[in-house]
């Protein structure tokens, strides 16, 4: 298979990439994504250290999310705070748009905080009268992995952690709120995760398709996003009708 050409689009942000980096330093890492290629989105990274990772690897879940909520009207920028193989990141995510509206790509920025953080609580814990207080909280685990697959388990896992529940002991609505806190996330922009998905929930991979039609039916989101099983062209792919499930 030949190598897929860079998206025109894309190619003004490349020295943005480079000159973010070498403006923030070797802690900040830049990336930027082509949603035409997902799942192996990143086509261009600097500092990539920061995260271990490279050209050719695949998103987070938190950029699935920040993608999914741009398609849908969402924020385009977006800053948030999460930890990484004990690193406190503080992240950005900006959605790059066309003329038409619809999201190309997404430059993003993780600039490792972690010394400034423990400073933060060092000089809090001095400050401090009684309990101590400061300390910075991240928000969430943000997955980085070479396997776009790995990022789906990792979704999953988060959500059965959030319920409370093993998929054996879940009722069907159960089963649907994973699917459809899955669908919020992202988790069905990149091919196969549906299987990925049904595997996961012990059902049928139709049983996965027929769920997010009745999920996405109120708000008319049935003709949107691929489901995970067709070709990832962005946020914009539609479900192939003619496909067997």
């Not at 924020?75 to 038409?100: E, Q």
């Not at 769920?211 to 070709?231: M, N, S, V």
Request: proline share 4%; net charge neutral.
């Amino acid at each position: 298979m030949g190598k897929q050409a860079l998206d025109p689009r894309l190619k003004p942000f490349l020295p943005v990439v480079r000159g973010l980096a070498e403006m923030f330093g070797p802690d900040c890492e830049v990336v930027l994504h082509d949603v035409g290629r997902l799942p192996r989105s990143i086509v261009a990274i600097e500092n990539g250290a920061v995260t271990g990772r490279d050209v050719g690897n695949v998103p987070t879940d938190l950029m699935l999310r920040s993608l999914r909520a741009a398609s849908e009207g969402g924020s385009d920028v977006r800053v948030y705070v999460t930890s990484s193989d004990g690193k406190v990141l503080k992240s950005l995510a900006v959605s790059l748009r066309d003329n038409d509206g619809e999201v190309f790509g997404i430059l993003g920025l993780n600039y490792d905080v972690s010394g400034v953080v423990q400073a933060q609580r060092t000089l809090a814990s001095l400050a401090a009268v009684g309990r101590p207080g400061g300390d910075a909280v991240p928000e969430t685990e943000e997955i980085f992995a070479d396997d776009i697959r790995d990022v789906v388990a990792g979704m999953v896992a988060k959500i059965l952690k959030e319920m409370g529940k093993t998929p054996a002991a879940m009722s069907r609505d159960e089963k649907m709120e994973v699917v459809k806190r899955l669908e919020e996330r992202g988790a069905f922009l990149v091919k196969r995760s549906a299987e990925q998905v049904a595997e996961a929930l012990d059902l049928s991979r139709y049983t996965i398709f027929s769920y997010l039609k009745e999920i996405r039916r109120p708000t008319g989101g049935g003709a949107r996003a691929a489901g995970g099983d067709t070709a990832a062209r962005g946020p914009h792919a539609a479900t192939r009708r003619g496909e067997k499930r």
